[in-house]
């Protein structure tokens, strides 16, 4: 019989994809081999078209004017002492730290050849919103550092090519990339990050809709890579969002075009180019989302109460049984009304008409959607303004119809004058104990999108559709800066609000958009329409070949998502089994979202996955290493 090939003497990682998450997962492999007794000697495959660190969303090449919506001390890619982790903590500076070391010299080796980059380093501090350009250096260092500490047995190399299938054979994966080349590895670790979508549904037919017209449609897509030049200047264009990607957009569209902002009486003023187009933009809600927070706490700080892990657990021993909306929503909104008052009782008293363990027994027992919830605002918080409705907060033109058109935009801009007041200045700082009971819910849920007591139902239409939409309009809005300049480009008669129950409609007698909001009478046409949100997470409608792959036959997917073991992330095959040697982390997933960095001290979910893959992935190399350890001729 002939002889079978010998296994190689190292044993080889396929990791698709080389973006944050790709590299965090590739520390925490490092981690978790430091402190092993026995290291396999292994390669370890980096594969991405773009470059590895800053992946895709977070490359060098895109405006300068693009930034994060988190301040530079909010974002870090190192564990630290709050991370529930089998492997070691290795703790690192956070983006904030790591440019103080820079400017300073205490961290020599980051290049900057970019000149805005410099600058930025030289003057950027605590609470400024660090551009991505400045963050793509920040993950670049992070990668080469990450390669450095990885022990001599192990080899990292970075392959800029696109993977297009993985096949199985009897015990190792081999991962087909565009360019003929077949990398056989003994794991495969899908981190593909965020991808782009194909047009399908509504999308698709107003693509259509746009060529038979001649009209300019842009669908749903990281509006780093959107293609704006056939945006012409004076165009009316509708935007349908009010998001992050919409806030880019406009930044691109205005600043991007050599507009300048300035300082003026009362704020910020816009300089127009003349180069601009004129932006309707709407949406659902018809407001931006609520600016980032910039105050600080001056109360106790908000711990869970009412989603406590024990509560957690029994809602989730039954199978098929939990309905987010009904089951899990009402003690959400305890949590965020909990966290809102502590702060503004404990941190403010003197805004207050009773004590704080007073109110909050009777916070406790009261029906949240009755009359009597109203009245025990009105008999404890004298100010109105510190009431928190959250059916308002989240919907705040509900329900009103304005005469005119000036009148919506005199009305839009006097909420982004509040919210900015209310979301930076020190006495009101119980929006920030609103968001710290929103993050803390947020990971307290986790385990709700990987129970089998959630029907498919309710996990697509509120796990992954409606909550992270909430969360991201409180939570995850824009640097405060940023709505000034929204104020500024609707005073300067740039940027024009549409409303809220923003309409779309494809005219096909006319040959135009039309469009209307349920805040204003009458619809307008335009040629020109931008949807302002990222491309969904949906296999269906992927452009990377090698989720398209998995969707063809090598994966289960729920929904469009991949499934994956709650345990270790392990990829489902398609009979709905864990494969032996594919895992997958990333929003591409079922598993609950988690961001690609983090917060320091919030034991971020993304980190404990990539420990749990990694260790994983550890013991599947540490295993095979002793099968070719027994089964050779010397043993």
């Not at 392959?159 to 015990?171: K, L």
């Not at 809102?340 to 009782?345: C, D, K, M, N, P």
Request: proline content about 8%.
């Amino acid at each position: 019989m002939p002889t079978p090939p010998a296994r190689p003497a190292r044993a080889s990682i396929a990791v698709i994809g080389g973006g944050p998450r790709a590299v965090g997962w590739l520390e925490r492999f490092a981690a978790a081999r430091s402190i092993a007794a026995e290291r396999p000697p292994v390669v370890v495959h980096l594969i991405d078209p773009f470059p590895a660190g800053p992946g895709r969303i977070w490359r060098q090449d895109q405006s300068p004017l693009l930034k994060l919506n988190s301040m530079a001390e909010d974002v870090t890619m190192f564990t630290d002492d709050s991370c529930r982790i089998d492997g070691p903590v290795v703790p690192g500076p956070s983006l904030l730290e790591w440019v103080e070391g820079v400017r300073e010299g205490r961290i020599p080796d980051v290049p900057l050849e970019d000149a805005g980059v410099r600058d930025e380093v030289s003057r950027l501090g605590r609470g400024d919103f660090p551009t991505r350009r400045l963050q793509s250096h920040y993950l670049d260092w992070f990668l080469r550092r990450t390669i450095a500490a990885v022990d001599d047995d192990a080899v990292v190399v970075q392959r800029a090519g696109v993977v297009v299938g993985v096949s199985s054979g009897s015990d190792t994966e081999s991962v087909r990339l565009a360019d003929g080349t077949v990398i056989h590895a003994d794991a495969v670790v899908y981190a593909l990050g965020h991808a782009g979508s194909e047009p399908t549904g509504e999308a698709a037919a107003l693509v259509d809709f746009a060529a038979r017209h001649g009209l300019h449609y842009q669908p749903p897509a990281f509006t780093a890579d959107a293609d704006l030049t056939g945006i012409p200047a004076g165009e009316t264009v509708a935007v349908r969002g009010m998001g992050l990607a919409a806030v880019d957009l406009v930044v691109l569209l205005t600043e991007g075009r050599g507009g300048r902002f300035e300082p003026g009486e009362g704020g910020v003023r816009y300089r127009p180019s003349g180069r601009e187009p004129h932006l309707l933009i709407g949406s659902r809600r018809g407001v931006p989302y609520r600016s980032k927070i910039s105050s600080a706490l001056a109360g106790e700080p908000p711990a869970l109460r009412y989603l406590t892990p024990e509560v957690v657990g029994r809602l989730t021993r039954e199978p098929g049984v939990l309905d987010f909306r009904r089951d899990v929503w009402p003690l959400v909104e305890r949590e965020l009304l909990h966290g809102y008052y502590q702060e503004l009782f404990t941190g403010h008293p003197s805004r207050v008409a009773v004590g704080w363990e007073t109110f909050r027994s009777a916070l406790d027992a009261v029906d949240l959607q009755s009359a009597a919830y109203c009245a025990l605002l009105e008999a404890s918080i004298p100010d109105p303004a510190d009431h928190l409705l959250l059916d308002a907060f989240d919907r705040p033109l509900a329900g009103e119809r304005f005469a005119t058109r000036a009148d919506l935009q005199e009305r839009l801009r006097r909420y982004l004058r509040d919210d900015l007041y209310r979301r930076t200045v020190p006495e009101h700082s119980a929006t920030l104990g609103l968001f710290l009971a929103l993050l803390h819910t947020m990971f307290a849920l986790a385990p709700v999108s990987a129970s089998p007591a959630c029907p498919d139902e309710s996990r697509v239409r509120d796990l992954h559709g409606w909550w992270p939409a909430y969360f991201g309009y409180v939570a995850s809005g824009p640097p405060g800066h940023r709505l000034e300049e929204l104020l500024a480009l609707s005073e300067a008669g740039v940027v024009e609000f549409a409303g809220a129950d923003f309409i779309v409609v494809a005219d096909e007698a006319g040959g135009v958009f039309r469009v209307s909001s349920s805040s204003v009478d009458g619809s307008r046409p335009v040629r020109t329409l931008v949807d302002a949100w990222l491309p969904a997470a949906h296999a269906g409608r992927t452009d990377n070949p090698a989720l398209r792959d998995l969707a063809a036959g090598g994966g289960s997917f729920r929904h469009g998502m991949l499934r994956v073991t709650p345990e270790d992330a392990r990829v489902l095959d398609a009979d709905g089994l864990p494969h032996p040697r594919r895992w997958a982390i990333g929003p591409f997933t079922d598993a609950p979202f988690a961001g690609a960095f983090a917060r320091p001290g919030t034991d971020a979910l993304s980190f404990r996955e990539n420990d749990r893959v990694a260790q994983a992935v550890s013991g599947l190399l540490l295993k095979q290493s002793q099968l070719t350890v027994v089964g050779s001729p010397s043993a």
